[in-house]
């Protein structure tokens, strides 16, 4: 069925790297932009990444810029989340999301990161 | 950056009632607005796409309307299903950005 499916999630220390995954299925991902939304414990959500369905345009939030590198595979029909230099304030959980270029139309169920030494 | 502010910060309804939920943005964002419903544990949900439009399957108790900058949530009469938290959200400009939320709850 048509789902997302993210992974990569933990426990890592301030400072370190970590990389999640999405996994895509039941649609075409090639024709889609792609976008990570992340939700710290009790907050609202906060847009952090997006790229566009051919991965030529990328464009990073303000608190992530130069830390996060977001990226696609096509051909395996996955997204990725390269995060460096983790903070405290980047512990949250991480949406991937199928930007349908009207709404945000497929959610995944999410993925945890804990940013603590 | 775009600032969408939502009002009231918690609704306290009982099923059956009207709720009336707010998003303001701080300049023109057309019709970009969409709205969302989370429920505890869950991914967020697409309701309402570009102001007015539903979403595929979301009941026509749901409705969006706006007038300038000036964006609404209707859910015509509440089913315990409904209680839950909603987010607007605007694409007009980057960075993409995100209300603080409504929370709905029992009364």
């Known amino acids: 069925q048509v789902q997302l499916v993210e992974s990569g999630g933990g426990v890592v220390q301030p400072g370190r790297s970590l990389k999640l995954s999405c996994a895509a299925s039941g649609f075409t991902f090639s024709n889609y932009a792609m976008l990570w939304v992340r939700q710290a414990p009790g907050k609202g959500l906060e847009w952090v990444t997006f790229?566009?369905?051919?991965?030529?345009?990328?464009y990073y939030a303000d608190s992530v810029k130069g830390r996060f590198i977001i990226s696609r595979d096509n051909s395996k029909n996955t997204l990725y989340l390269q995060m460096s230099t983790l903070r405290a304030e980047d512990t949250a959980v991480y949406y991937c999301?199928?930007?349908?270029?009207?709404?945000?139309?497929?959610w995944g169920q999410g993925t945890v990161v804990t940013v603590s030494s | 950056e775009i600032v969408l502010t939502q009002s009231p910060a918690t609704l306290s309804l009982s099923p059956g009632e009207r709720a009336t939920l707010s998003c303001r943005a701080t300049?023109?964002?057309?019709?970009?607005l969409a709205w969302y419903q989370q429920k505890p544990g869950q991914a967020p949900r697409l309701l309402i796409y570009d102001a007015s439009n539903r979403a595929t399957g979301i009941p026509a108790r749901f409705s969006g309307s706006w007038s300038g900058t000036d964006f609404t949530l209707t859910i015509s009469s509440l089913e315990p299903e409904d209680f839950a938290v909603y987010y607007c959200q605007q694409r007009s400009d980057w960075p993409l950005t995100f209300g603080g939320g409504t929370k709905v709850e029992i009364k």
């Open positions: 790229i566009s369905y051919d991965g030529t345009n990328k």
């Open positions: 300049q023109s964002i057309n019709t970009y």
């Open positions: 999301v199928r930007d349908r270029t009207d709404a945000f139309d497929l």
